[in-house]
Nanobody, 127 residues
Framework: QVQLVESGGGLVQAGGSLRLSCAAS????????MGWFRQAPGKEREFVAA????????YYADFVKGRFTISRVNAENTVYLQMSGLKPEDTAVYYC????????????????????WGQGTQVTVSS
């Protein structure tokens, strides 16, 4: 079992920045590829960004490219999502997720591949 706890959400004005954190516990963090997803009210959950076990491979949804950066510090059991240039349409609950993987450099964009999820953190962007 892997436990994931997100933090760092909040209310920010359009154009502002936030950094989300996801702290993992329970298993060896570097055994897991990580992802960030989000769900806005009345919408399906969608992929935001993913990072490999190594931290050297990343993958982004088109709508966040150039604005968001995913990173991880395996020694700290933490994955981050740095968000800048925030827009009102980025308002959502953001979730981090973990996928056990034998591949050190692979990334995963499908939510059904992730076995472990955090409880989410609310991000609200005002116009």
């Amino acid at each position: 079992q892997v436990q994931l706890v997100e933090s760092g959400g909040g209310l920010v004005q359009a154009g502002g920045s936030l950094r989300l954190s996801c702290a993992a516990s329970g298993r060896t963090f570097s055994d897991y590829a990580m992802g960030w997803f989000r769900q806005a009210p009345g919408k399906e959950r969608e992929f935001v960004a993913a990072i490999s076990r190594s931290g050297t491979s990343t993958y982004y949804a088109d709508f966040v490219k150039g604005r968001f950066t995913i990173s991880r510090v395996n020694a700290e059991n933490t994955v981050y999502l740095q968000m800048s240039g925030l827009k009102p349409e980025d308002t959502a609950v953001y979730y981090c997720a973990a996928k056990g993987s034998e591949y050190y450099y692979s990334v995963y964009g499908n939510e059904y591949e992730y076995a472990y999820w955090g409880q989410g953190t609310q991000v609200t962007v005002s116009s």
